[in-house]
């Protein structure tokens, strides 16, 4: 059976060769933390108070969102890579990191529209900021919304490209990680076998004690 050693110092078994009800159990418990952390984000979208207008502030807080952006996916590939269960693991790091980076630009979009009118083709309050930053991300373009200003062009350029970045480097780099953790546990010099293959080393005979008449005299 292969083993994959965990953070916590005790080795987790492959997922495969666990008990449906332990699989069923551990995907529920992944299924709620994915839960938690995408619904607990988007409260707190809704809720914080934003009344500032866009400012010097609110750009270096952007820039500052993505550098958070860029350590969360460091810190998450980092844990997989530590995971008994790297798959579900991995699953857990894409969400947290796409929550963050679509609320981060829906937040900046909602800023900019509050600071004057006239930047983007409508008003917008935090649904339509959230609208239309999904939309561009998905490379939609339905365009009911669109940016204006030079300053609003800009930084819808700033979300393509790290859209580009994210989809195209952050998630090979998480799978190629989670395949790489996988594929250290089929390796014997890393995976220590099961006790039921340990046996007892034979002699210098080339038998086991147990099967040499001659090891109880």
């Known amino acids: 059976m292969r083993v994959i050693s965990g953070d916590d110092g005790v080795d987790g078994q492959d997922f495969e060769a666990l008990s449906r009800r332990r699989r069923r159990i551990l995907v529920l418990l992944a299924i709620a933390r994915l839960v938690v952390t995408s619904v607990g984000l988007v409260v707190a979208y809704y809720l914080l108070p934003m009344d500032r207008p866009m400012s010097a502030d609110t750009v270096a807080a952007l820039v500052f969102g993505l550098v958070l952006v860029s350590g969360l996916l460091v810190w998450q590939t980092i844990s997989i890579t530590k995971s008994p269960y790297p798959r579900l693991r991995a699953i857990e790091a894409v969400t947290a990191v796409f929550s963050l980076f679509i609320l981060l630009f829906a937040t900046t979009y909602f800023l900019m529209a509050r600071s004057a009118a006239g930047i ?42 790290a859209d580009l970045l994210l989809v195209g480097v952050a998630l090979k780099v998480v799978l190629g990680v989670t395949q790489a953790t996988l594929g250290r546990g089929d390796d014997p010099a890393v995976s220590p076998p099961s006790r039921s293959q340990q046996g007892t080393p034979p002699d210098q005979s080339g038998e086991s004690p147990t099967n040499n008449p001659q090891a109880g005299e």
């Open 120 to 161: 983007f083709t409508q008003a917008l309050n935090r649904t339509d900021s959230l609208y239309f930053t999904v939309t561009t991300f998905a490379t939609v373009g339905f365009g009911d919304i669109a940016p204006l200003t030079q300053g609003a062009r800009v930084t819808v350029l700033v979300q393509v490209l």
